[in-house]
């Protein structure tokens, strides 16, 4: 077993339009905040593929991407800008248990890779 | 509001992998897996194009998404929404170059009441991706949440 626990990111605050841009979701939760807030929202989110995608990045770091053969998650709390992300990853195997946690010690996403 | 009538329906698209697309999600993410961004570095590998990451299927499924959020049934949900689960399984690895066939279908549709009593609407959407040799890239499985009021 091999833990991991030490990718730190803070999230900018232009992050969410940075990502729109790259990704393509424009989803207006993302980007405009009085339609966040009017749809109950605290603010605008990240897209919260852009947290797996980061998620992802701390898993494969500078190996080859089709060590990665399965990745599932769950989005459990809204991540917002500026927001502090934390990383941390426990290997058994061929399957990565992974969880981030925000700077309140809040879980906002948890997930299993299987990798080769 | 009756939505009951959006299982099943079903949506694609095409998307084309280029090599800036990848260095432009890459460089917002912040990753330099050399995988993605040196062309030489992947040549001398197997002398094929440079790959996309894992969760660059998030943008070749997006147009065949984007038809599915544009649906007249589908887009009433939109605003309320938000991504719960995601899933994916990967076959062949997705390159810069690669024409990437999607289709991606609403399979589940359901109510669902939280702890605090708010009843929130889940719905499943399926995607196969297929590159221009008719090999499996990716399928994944979308669990939106579209929140109570």
Do not use: W
């Not at chain 1, 009085?34 to 898993?59: R, S, V, W, Y």
Request: proline share 5%.
């Amino acid at each position: 077993m091999a833990i991991k626990d030490k990718s730190k990111i803070r999230i900018g605050k232009y992050m969410p339009y940075f990502y729109a841009g790259a990704s393509l979701d424009y989803n207006l939760i993302h980007i405009d905040r009085e339609f966040a807030k009017a749809n109950g929202l605290p603010d605008i989110i990240l897209q919260g593929m852009c947290t797996m995608g980061l998620t992802a990045k701390h898993i494969i770091e500078n190996d080859h991407p089709s060590k990665m053969q399965t990745f599932k998650v769950r989005f459990l709390n809204p991540v917002l800008p500026g927001d502090e992300l934390n990383f941390k990853s426990e290997k058994n195997d061929a399957e990565i248990n992974v969880e981030v946690t925000n700077q309140n010690g809040n879980r906002v996403l948890r997930g299993q890779a299987t990798v080769r | 509001m009756s939505t009951d009538n959006i299982i099943g329906k079903k949506y694609e698209a095409d998307y084309e992998i280029s090599f800036e697309k990848i260095k432009e999600f890459v460089e917002v993410l912040g990753d330099k897996n050399p995988h993605y961004t040196d062309r030489e570095f992947v040549k001398s590998i197997d002398g094929g194009h440079p790959f996309a990451p894992p969760t660059f299927a998030a943008i070749y499924c997006q147009p065949a998404l984007k038809n599915l959020y544009l649906d007249s049934e589908f887009s009433k949900l939109v605003p309320r929404l938000v991504h719960g689960e995601q899933e994916y399984n990967f076959g062949d690895p997705a390159r810069a170059g690669d024409l990437i066939h999607t289709t991606a279908e609403i399979v589940e549709h359901f109510n669902k009441t939280n702890r605090s009593g708010k009843v929130h609407q889940i719905i499943e959407i399926m995607t196969a991706s297929t590159n221009q040799n008719d090999k499996l890239v990716c399928t994944a499985t979308y669990r939106l949440v579209i929140r109570g009021e």
